[in-house]
């Protein structure tokens, strides 16, 4: 099977300044396609946007908070203007809270989450879409969890709600959209060493980060997914590392016991 070129591609990524975004944003790049990175942060994007345009590849950054609606609507037009195009859109904004216990999250935090995870991918869907439409052959890719579709304790109420409503969004997005040629994958990436491991209650070591799986992994995923025909749709993909943490368990993996110092 012959793989699509990316050249002459516009490809949006969220939460492109780090992680799995940076990595998706990389190997797009090195493929041939103009890569827009958006983040809340605009350091970080910069930082990326100039290692990849000195290394002769097409980026561009834009400061952008997902969750303000009006906000992505203005990037989304922008990337219009200037492209005249989208052809594929990276939704890989994230964030958790290290209080991410019904104990001690608070409404605003949770709300918070939501806004982000769930809310900012729909937003950035929303407004893609008429160009994704018009690229004839038009991908998504929303990076989910491991947590979106395995329940359990690590990750807390707010991000598990959030990454099964990005599960659950993207397959609505293949039902309604596969006749205009949109296709939409869920990534659901078990541990990846990014700065996201920063807010969890019980710091993450070194050697753990190590084991886990990387953003260039993942952005060699995203690869995959953009460089297929238009006429194939992976609606899902589970990724994790070889070495799962999750699966051994462990402070901060599994609930503690009552009146235990790992708590929280």
Avoid at 66 to 88: P, S, T
Wanted: proline share 5%; net charge neutral.
């Amino acid at each position: 099977m012959a793989k699509r070129t990316l050249a002459g591609k516009v490809a949006w990524i969220t939460g492109g300044g780090t992680g799995i975004g940076a990595g998706g944003a990389a190997a797009l790049a090195a493929a041939g396609a103009t890569v827009v990175l958006s983040g809340r942060r605009i350091q970080p994007i910069e930082a990326i946007v100039d290692l990849l345009t000195g290394q002769g590849f097409t980026a561009e950054a834009i400061q952008l908070d997902v969750a303000d609606a009006e906000a992505v609507a203005a990037a989304a037009k922008g990337i219009e203007a200037r492209h005249g195009r989208l052809d594929i859109l990276v939704n890989s904004a994230g964030i958790n809270t290290a209080e991410r216990r019904f104990a001690n999250m608070t409404p605003a935090a949770f709300k918070q989450v939501v806004d982000v995870n769930l809310n900012g991918t729909y937003n950035c869907i929303q407004v893609a879409l008429p160009l994704l439409r018009a690229a004839g052959d038009g991908l998504v890719v929303n990076i989910s969890s491991w947590a979106g579709n395995h329940i359990n304790y690590l990750t807390g109420p707010a991000y598990t709600a959030s990454k099964f409503g990005v599960g659950g969004m993207t397959e609505i997005l293949n039902i309604e959209e596969f006749q205009n040629g949109v296709r939409a994958t869920v990534v659901y990436p078990a541990e990846v060493a990014t700065p996201i491991l920063d807010s969890r209650p019980i710091p993450v070591p070194d050697a753990e980060k190590a084991r886990m799986a990387q953003p260039e992994d993942l952005g060699a995923v995203i690869l995959f997914l953009a460089e297929l025909p238009g006429r194939v749709c992976i609606n899902e993909i589970t990724v994790s590392p070889t070495h799962n943490r999750i699966f051994l368990g462990g402070p901060g993996i599994v609930a503690p016991r009552k009146g235990s110092n790992d708590a929280w």
